[in-house]
T-cell receptor, first 110, second 110 residues
Framework: DAGITQSPRHKVTETGTPVTLRCHQT?????MYWYRQDPGHGLRLIHY???????DKGEVSDGYSVSRSKTEDFLLTLESATSSQTSVYFC?????????FGQGTRLTVV | QKEVEQNSGPLSVPEGAIASLNCTYS??????FFWYRQYSGKSPELIMS????GDKEDGRFTAQLNKASQYVSLLIRDSQPSDSATYLC??????????FGKGTMLLVSP
């Protein structure tokens, strides 16, 4: 157990509404990541953080924003959810050169 | 665009056989390589990391890296039905961000 908790685990939301997913870690690691996983595309990086208030974009960042105001929490926000953002979202933490994943959040946008 | 390629499978092997999973990557400067196992509906689980050319063994798993050929493989000896899962190859792109292949589904029949 890498000490990562994602919440919520499942969410259904309507198109156009804002949604925030939370990733919480208990081990004070510097690096945190958000990925999404879709059939036919595999896992793709959305955003990552290399410290408090230090974030950068990944491969599929359009339509997403992130915030990290304290080491243990990394938030992913969909400002106005679209059906194309229906996916499974995974948070991960970096430990040395390795990455360990949370349990995932299944988000459905209807 | 940095790419990681895997055969989607499924790769079917009988129980007790050796399963061989392959991966190629496009970025010649990549230094760190990983294999994750993902059961259906679960999060990716790191099973092997490899950084140098050659073989690295851990129990029934052996990772092989050939940087000149830009090729990474995973061998699973004495395959068990519990090894049936999707295996993801991943390459480190800096800040421990990962580019993933789309995964190979492995089916081990009793």
């Amino acid at each position: 157990d890498a000490g990562i908790t994602q919440s919520p685990r499942h969410k259904v939301t309507e198109t156009g509404t804002p949604v925030t997913l939370r990733c919480h870690q208990t081990e004070n690691h510097r690096y945190m990541y958000w990925y999404r996983q879709d059939p036919g595309h595999g896992l793709r990086l959305i955003h990552y953080s290399y410290g408090v208030k230090d974030t950068d974009k990944g491969e599929v960042s359009d339509g997403y924003s992130v915030s990290r105001s304290k080491t243990e929490d990394f938030l992913l926000t969909l400002e106005s959810a679209t059906s194309s953002q229906t996916s499974v979202y995974f948070c991960a933490i970096g430990v040395g050169t390795e990455a360990f994943f949370g349990q995932g959040t299944r988000l459905t946008v209807v | 665009q940095k790419e990681v390629e895997q055969n989607s499978g499924p790769l079917s092997v009988p129980e007790g056989a050796i399963a061989s999973l392959n991966c190629t990557y496009s970025d010649r400067g990549s230094q760190s390589f990983f294999w994750y196992r993902q059961y259906s509906g679960k999060s990716p689980e790191l099973i092997m990391s490899i950084y140098s050319n050659g073989d690295k063994e851990d129990g029934r798993f052996t990772a092989q890296l050939n940087k000149a050929s830009q090729y990474v493989s995973l061998l699973i000896r004495d395959s068990q039905p519990s090894d049936s899962a999707t295996y993801l190859c991943a390459v480190n792109q800096g800040y421990s961000t990962l580019t993933f292949g789309k995964g190979t589904m492995l089916l081990v029949s009793p």
